[in-house]
């Protein structure tokens, strides 16, 4: 959220900002692919490897609700809309 919350407010991407959200999950165990607020990070952050982890946490097994969620957030995910859908 401090990462968003700066863009909106700059109006500048805080892709660096978001690559340490990235490695601060990595950093404590994590592993991204499996970690829904990791993988927007990824994305925000416009990482090489976003793309991939979106693919792998889209296909990993999981509750109907969080399924769904995966889904409405990651299917057709584009920065400024997602920013914007959090941050209007």
Same mark, same amino acid.
């Given at each position: 959220?401090?990462?968003?919350?700066? &863009?909106?407010?700059?109006n500048?991407?805080?892709?660096?900002?978001?690559? #340490?959200?990235?490695? /601060?999950? &990595?950093?404590?165990?994590?592993?991204? &692919?499996?970690?829904? #607020?990791?993988?927007?990070?990824?994305?925000?952050?416009?990482?090489?490897?976003?793309? &991939?982890?979106r693919r792998?946490y889209?296909? /990993?097994?999981?509750?109907?609700?969080?399924?769904e969620?995966?889904?409405?957030?990651?299917?057709?995910?584009?920065?400024?809309a997602?920013?914007?859908?959090?941050?209007?």
């Amino acid at each position: 959220m401090r990462c968003m919350l700066s &863009e909106r407010v700059s109006n500048q991407p805080q892709l660096d900002c978001y690559a #340490n959200v990235v490695r /601060a999950y &990595e950093k404590g165990g994590a592993s991204c &692919e499996r970690n829904l #607020n990791c993988v927007v990070a990824a994305d925000m952050a416009l990482l090489p490897e976003a793309q &991939e982890y979106r693919r792998r946490y889209l296909e /990993a097994p999981k509750s109907a609700a969080d399924q769904e969620l995966a889904e409405t957030v990651l299917k057709s995910f584009t920065r400024d809309a997602y920013l914007h859908s959090i941050l209007p």
